[in-house]
T-cell receptor, first 107, second 113 residues
C-alpha cells in the first residue's frame, strides 16, 4: 500500500519568511513524487516533480529516501503563494494524494 | 486545447436520485481518474482507467460506477445519491500510468440533500 502524509493542515507565515511544507511517504518501490497546488477557485495544477529537480515559482523539493520525505521549500514567501498544496505519490498505476496543507501568507 | 473538461460545474440532488458526471480530455492521454475532494481528507481516488477498455477501483469506490466510453471520455455515475456523497469531484488524465503528471478538470461541486 502507498501512503502520503502531510502533517500540517494550515501553515501561516509572514511575507518574506521561509516556507517549508512537510510531506512524508510510504511506498515499497522507487517513488515518483509530485507537488500540486490549488489556488482559490482554480483547478489543481502541477507545481513540481522530484525527477525534474527544477525550481518553480521559487519552490524546490528534495527527495530524501532515508527519511522518506519530500518537503516543499521556498526561501521567501510571497502573498501570491497563498494556496492549498498537495503532495502526491505515483505507484501501482495511480496517484495517491496527501490531505493537503493550506499555506497562508500574511502581508 | 481545452485540456480536461467536466460537466456540470454544479449540481444539487435529492437523496436517492441518480446522475452522471461527464469528463472529456483532448490531450490523447491514456489514463483517466476520478477523485473526490473533501475538507481535511484531501483528494481520494474513486475509480481510474489506466487505458481505454479498463477500469479499476480506487480508495473509495462504493456508491459509484464508471464507464470509459472511449479514449477521450470517462464518466462517473451515482446510482442512488446519498448525503455522504456531497463533495467536489475532479476528473484528471495523464499520458500513461507511469509517473506522468496529472491534468485536472475544474471540478463538479455536488450537493446531496
Amino acid at each position: 500500500a502507498q501512503r502520503v502524509t502531510q502533517p500540517e493542515k494550515l501553515l501561516s507565515v509572514f511575507k518574506g519568511a521561509p516556507v517549508e511544507l512537510k510531506c512524508n511517504y510510504s511506498y515499497s518501490g522507487s517513488p515518483e513524487l509530485f507537488w500540486y497546488v490549488q489556488y482559490s477557485r482554480q483547478r489543481l495544477q502541477l507545481l513540481l516533480r522530484h525527477i525534474s529537480r527544477e525550481s518553480i515559482k521559487g519552490f524546490t523539493a528534495d527527495l530524501n529516501k532515508g527519511e522518506t520525505s519530500f518537503h516543499l521549500k521556498k526561501p521567501f514567501a510571497q502573498e501570491e503563494d497563498s494556496a492549498m498544496y498537495y503532495c502526491a505519490l505515483w505507484g501501482y498505476q495511480k496517484v495517491t494524494f496527501g490531505t493537503g496543507t493550506k499555506l497562508q501568507v500574511i502581508p | 486545447n481545452a485540456g480536461v473538461t467536466q460537466t456540470p460545474k454544479f449540481q444539487v440532488l435529492k437523496t436517492g436520485q441518480s446522475m452522471t458526471l461527464q469528463c472529456a480530455q483532448d490531450m490523447n492521454h491514456n489514463s483517466m481518474y476520478w477523485y473526490r475532494q473533501d475538507p481535511g481528507m484531501g483528494l481520494r481516488l474513486i475509480y481510474y482507467s489506466a487505458s481505454e477498455g479498463t477500469t479499476d477501483k480506487g480508495e473509495v469506490p462504493n456508491g459509484y460506477n464508471v464507464s470509459r466510453l472511449n479514449k477521450r471520455e470517462f464518466s462517473l455515475r451515482l446510482e442512488s445519491a446519498a448525503p455522504s456523497q456531497t463533495s467536489v469531484y475532479f476528473c484528471a488524465s495523464s499520458m500513461q500510468g507511469d509517473g506522468s503528471p496529472l491534468h485536472f478538470g475544474n471540478g463538479t461541486r455536488l450537493t446531496v440533500t
